[in-house]
């Protein structure tokens, strides 16, 4: 067993911990609406996303090929908002998404779409200040889709663009997770570019090639 296997499968126990805490509230709130609720299946949603992760990582023993299914780029991408708009408010963060389109079929790794996206959603928060904006943006493009995540943040300095992908990049606290965000939408056939603008904000955009699900 690799150590990335046995760090995977050491993880099961406090996921299912917290799983459990989760399923305790959500029968405590008894079905009552409000921003607790919300929260509380926010929080089971990720839990169903970890375990699907760390499956993965115990079956494969490594990094899995892309898991290709039909799905619907826009309504993926607003889900994604719907379940980061608490966070946003809670920071005091305006998250809008719109798109060129109402629907776009297309083949996609959900999985890998969604760890993107979180990332990306997640490093615009922590940059973006209260009472600013984040706008998630989708654009089908023929054979490419893209998807962007802008924030009107203070930027990125000129000079520390051409690195915030380095993996172990740390200077403005990007971390380690542009890198795999980089690497998971290569994975997919794709790409992952960053522009900014000091004092105006910064933007990163997923590209993707549009195409069907193979058969068989």
């Known amino acids: 067993m690799t150590a990335d296997v046995e760090w995977s499968h050491d993880l099961r126990l406090p996921l299912q911990q917290v799983a459990s805490c989760a399923q305790l509230l959500r029968m405590e709130l008894d079905g009552r609406d409000g921003a607790a609720a919300e929260y509380v299946e926010l929080l089971m949603d990720g839990v169903g996303q970890m375990r699907r992760l760390l499956d993965r990582a115990l079956e494969q023993g490594e990094r899995d090929a892309p898991h290709w299914v039909e799905g619907d780029l826009p309504a993926c991408v607003r889900e994604l908002c719907r379940r980061c708009r608490p966070w946003a408010a809670e920071a005091g963060v305006a998250l809008r998404c719109s798109g060129n389109v109402a629907a776009l ?112």
């Open 105 to 216: 079929r297309m083949a996609l790794d959900e999985d890998r779409l969604s760890r993107i996206l979180l990332n990306l959603i997640a490093n615009a928060l922590r940059f973006t200040p209260r009472g600013g904006r984040i706008r998630v943006t989708w654009r089908a493009l023929g054979d490419f889709a893209e998807v962007c995540v802008a924030d009107d943040g203070p930027g990125i300095p000129p000079e520390r663009l051409p690195w915030v992908f380095l993996d172990g990049e740390t200077e403005g606290g990007h971390g380690h997770g542009l890198s795999i965000a980089r690497t998971l939408a290569r994975e997919m056939g794709g790409e992952l570019t960053a522009r900014s603008t000091l004092g105006a904000g910064s933007a990163f955009t997923l590209r993707l090639p549009v195409r069907a699900v193979r058969a068989g």
